[in-house]
């Protein structure tokens, strides 16, 4: 009943979907093969391990950057929030937002851009404030990536994809694969899902 409900309240002329799922084994498994722009994410999706939407956005890390996830709860609560903008979610709104204004945050993550409900923004800036004392002992980190291998970093961990990336600095694919490549290596990085947390914490999105 609630998928239909969100289903119908959805601008078709903005938002098409390609699937669903009810459950976090199926919701990993969809979003695996059907890759969308984006999911729009139930915070408290059953299944799987009991970890809701924070254990999908864990098990689909390796589709960060190609796949972006905008969480939906009826929590507002500060911990639900923080989890699942810290596994990897572009976005939070509550259930309580309106049609129009749901069809619009899911235009928006899809370009890129972070979308939270008004009150929630602040527990994420909170959250993600407490890096702030680490930016100095880290800086030595950030003096190891090249100009080009930063610039290649923000937008990575923005959550653009390589043919973004590629397109946005004028340089091939492949070039951007070696920077990527550089930069976890030089951060002792093993994913784009850690560059983003690392760059978070930094304050450098």
């Known amino acids: 009943m609630f998928r239909a409900g969100v289903r119908a309240s959805l601008d078709p002329a903005l938002v098409q979907i390609v699937g669903e799922a009810d459950t976090v084994d199926s919701a990993v498994e969809r979003v695996h093969a059907l890759r969308p722009p984006v999911v729009l994410l139930d915070v408290h999706l059953p299944g799987g391990n009991g970890g809701g939407g924070a254990e999908v956005l864990q098990r689909c890390a390796d589709l960060t950057g190609d796949v972006r996830f905008l969480a939906l709860s009826v929590s507002d609560a500060a911990e639900d929030v923080v989890a699942v903008i810290r596994a990897g979610a572009r976005g939070y709104v509550t259930k309580a937002i309106s049609g129009p204004d749901l069809s619009a945050a899911v235009v928006q993550v899809s370009g890129g851009d972070a979308v939270f409900s008004p009150r929630l923004a602040g527990f994420v800036l909170d959250a993600f404030g407490t890096g702030a004392a680490d930016v100095a002992v880290h800086d030595d980190e950030l003096d190891r990536l090249s100009a080009r291998e930063q610039e290649v970093m923000r937008l990575i961990a923005r959550g653009f994809t390589y043919r973004e990336v ?36 930094r304050r450098l999105l």
């Not at 951007?176 to 914490?201: C, G, P, Y």
């Open 166 to 201: 590629a397109s946005e600095l004028f340089i091939s694919i492949k070039t951007v694969e070696t920077h990527v490549s550089a930069v976890l290596r030089k951060l002792q990085l093993s994913s784009r899902h850690e560059l983003t947390r690392w760059a978070a914490q």
